[in-house]
């Protein structure tokens, strides 16, 4: 017994020895969770069971465990990849929005150009007679500036106008209008005033006759104008001076002078935004029904004062390369007759020198400013040039078919002239127009206020004084409808002088005579629209400018910013058929 019971401590000692005896085969193979099996084979033994019951315990609860860590990594994963959503997605929309901006900054580089392109032609005008400023599909119209096998990338500029003819929906043109299309508001105190020395009784208020075919025009509002442009504080029955304009919630004074932008006109008193910009929201010249411009639901896009109305509308009084006219009405005659002669020879100088001394019979003679004080013989083609002149011309119209009353000759007798310019038609639409880029009526460096016949509207040329009831209509229907071709143009380019409303027989030659100061084919300062699109997609900038070719090299008066309005026009209005120009 003694025996059995060593060999049984005996095979435990190498558990106790720590490692000084070798170990079981089983033991070694098994690791140490098998290492307590001698153990579970003895009773008697609690401790080791509660043990092994133990190991029991936490070999049951490592899977929660693993599984609370698996949650907890799960969601840090899913917060990261939130995160890194997020912020993709701001690296997105920034991306997105910085090519957004940079193909913003390419439309508006386009329209600028446009501006540019448009300064150009106008310069270019003066050396080429040929080049159309009016309706040019061609260079006009969806112009490439940057090319690119996607049409999203395309770059194009477009120059607009508005068609003055389209009377109902609106339309445009592709090309620049001319500020002489419009009535200016600076020549009511002109006409106000050729009435200033004629009784009251028999005053026709050609200032207030000037606008009443204006839409939504009233005496008191023109009465208002009229305060506005003269230079004393005294009011019209229905105007408005200083201390009215002093006494609103931003108090300004009344201008008492000639107006320098359209824009004045809203500080006029009676003028409401209403008024002055009219149905157009947008100002693209097109009736958008769906965009509610419509107010009225009549189908007609009724315009504001701005179209029909300016404060810009002037012409360069010189020569085409920039030389001095010869002014008509100068007062030394020998000077006009060398210069006239110099040019268009000997009879057109004695016809023009014998108006200016003895007059015709549809002429005034005028009051000399002084006695002529020449002792010694003076003349050209034996005409007496000593005498003071008391006529003048008041438009270049009064050369046609004219002949003069007797004229006194060095001889001693009298003898009248006939001008060399009859009203047939070759002469008028051939002759006529080279007349008008050599000869003026004053020194003035610009004329003022002129209405162009050619691109005004109906209630513009009504403005026109002296005009007859039916001429607005017959010039507005003489007028060809607008080809994408830009072939209309080919007429318009044959109209160059006002006198083709007496050669196709719209006016007679008196009527003609009677208009002349008023009324021109020209204007040297231009409004168009500039815009700077691409061919798909956006964004789109559209500016308004203005350009003055009164001096040299045109200047650009204003540019103003419509892009917060809408891009105004779908881009296929925009674009040729012929996307690769």
């Keep these: 017994m003694k025996n059995h019971s060593h060999q049984s401590n005996h095979s435990t000692s190498p558990q106790r020895s720590g490692g000084g005896g070798r170990p079981s085969e089983a033991t070694a193979g098994r690791g140490p969770a098998h290492s307590t099996a001698p153990c579970l084979r003895r009773e008697g033994l609690p401790k080791c069971v509660r043990s092994v019951g133990s190991l029991g315990d936490i070999h049951h609860e490592n899977p929660r465990r693993r599984g609370f860590v698996l949650a907890v990594v799960t969601i840090s994963i899913v917060i990261l990849a939130l995160g890194a959503y997020n912020y993709t997605d701001t690296m997105l929309v920034a991306h997105e929005a910085a090519m957004m901006g940079g193909r913003d900054v390419v439309a508006r580089t386009a329209a600028e150009s446009a501006i540019q392109f448009a300064a150009t032609r106008v310069m270019e005008r003066d050396l080429d007679p040929e080049i159309n400023l009016f309706h040019d599909p061609t ?44 009535f200016n508001l600076n020549q009511l105190l002109v006409l106000d005033q050729l009435e200033e020395n004629v009784p009251e009784e028999e005053r026709l208020g050609l ?160 009051q000399p400013d002084t006695q002529s004080g020449i002792q010694d013989q003076i003349s050209r083609n034996n005409i007496d040039l000593t005498i003071v002149p008391t006529y003048q011309f008041s438009s270049l119209y009064d050369l046609i078919a004219g002949e003069t009353l007797p004229t006194k000759m060095i001889s001693g007798t009298d003898q009248s002239f006939v001008s060399p310019w009859s009203e047939d038609a070759n002469t008028l639409l051939n002759v006529f127009p080279d007349l008008e880029q050599n000869l003026t009526i004053t020194d003035d460096a610009y004329i003022e206020g002129r209405i162009n016949i050619n691109q005004a509207r109906r209630e513009v040329l009504l403005s026109i004084p002296n005009i007859t009831e039916t001429a607005p209509d017959d010039i507005i229907a003489s007028r060809p409808a607008l080809e994408m071709t830009g072939g209309s143009s080919t007429v318009m380019s044959r109209r160059n002088t006002a006198a083709w409303i007496l050669a196709e027989g719209i006016v007679d030659l008196p009527t003609l005579r009677a208009m002349g100061p008023y009324i021109t084919t020209g204007g040297d300062v231009y409004r168009f629209l500039a815009i700077g699109h691409y061919d798909e997609g956006g964004p789109t900038t559209r500016l308004e400018a203005m350009i003055d070719a009164t001096v040299y090299p045109p200047a650009i008066m204003s540019v103003r910013d419509l892009t917060k309005l809408g891009r105004g026009y779908h881009p296929s209005l925009l674009l040729d058929s012929d996307s690769g120009r």
């Design 207 to 366: 200032a207030y006759m000037a606008l009443v075919n204006i839409p939504n025009m009233t005496d008191d509002v023109v009465d208002a104008i009229l305060d506005w442009l003269d230079s004393d504080e005294d009011r019209r029955p229905g105007g408005a001076e200083s201390d009215y304009y002093e006494g609103l919630t931003v108090p300004y004074s009344c201008k008492n002078g000639a107006m320098e932008s359209i824009d004045e006109l809203l500080k006029i008193q009676g003028v409401t935004p209403e008024l002055f910009y009219g149905e157009d929201r947008n100002l693209n010249g097109l009736l958008d029904a769906g965009a509610g411009e419509d107010l009225n639901e009549n189908g007609i896009l009724d315009l504001g004062w701005k179209d029909y109305l300016t404060a810009s509308s002037r012409e360069r009084n010189s020569t085409p390369d920039g030389e001095s006219k010869i002014n008509l009405n100068m007062g030394e005659m020998t000077e006009l007759y060398d210069a006239v002669e110099e040019l268009f020879g000997e009879e057109a100088a004695s016809f023009i020198v014998a108006f200016r001394l003895a007059g015709t019979d549809y002429v005034e003679a005028g």
């Design 139 to 182: 260079n006009f119209r969806g112009r490439l500036l940057v090319e690119s096998s996607s049409p999203r990338s395309q770059v194009r500029f477009s120059i607009v106008a508005f068609d003055e003819a389209n009377i109902d929906q609106g339309g445009i043109r592709f090309g620049l209008a001319s500020e002489n299309s419009k």
